[in-house]
């Protein structure tokens, strides 16, 4: 059983699926800090000094003076400002993959067509009929 399970992990699609989920989720990380340390802070300063990981909805009512002071609380909150950034880090990311799925396209070789199929057995049969009557 272990030298069935080494075959199966030392193939070569096994190999690589862990090797892109590496990468991808080193990537993921990349991301995150992009949009939370580089994006998001220049656009939360253009909407009014705004920062968006901050942001949410005190569902008890109680009017707590930060997100912070609500959690610690134990306050139901909806934190869509987290939601905002997470969104925007999904989107770097599917536009990333869309741009190296693109690059991968055009660098394959475009498949030649398939040559169109001869005749079959009937039509030469047929074929053949015909060119017999028209020698009569």
Known sequence: ?????????MRG???????GIIIG????????????????PPVGMLL??????SLY???SGAGYASLAAAEAAGA???????????????????FAIFLLVRAIN???????APAPPGPSAEEKLLGEIRDLLKAR
């Not at 699609?13 to 090797?19: F, Q, R």
């Open 106 to 112: 055009r660098l394959k070789k475009a498949e030649p």
């Open 25 to 40: 989720g080193a990537f993921g990380k990349i991301t995150t800090s992009l949009v939370n340390d580089v994006i998001m």
């Open 76 to 94: 139901p909150v909806i934190r869509y400002g987290a939601f905002i950034n997470t969104l925007l880090d999904f989107v770097i990311v599917a």
């Open 57 to 59: 909805v005190d569902l």
């Open 13 to 19: 699609n096994v190999v690589d699926l862990a090797v």
């Open 48 to 53: 009014g000094k705004v920062d968006f990981s």
């Open 1 to 9: 059983m272990l030298k069935e399970f080494r075959e199966f992990a």
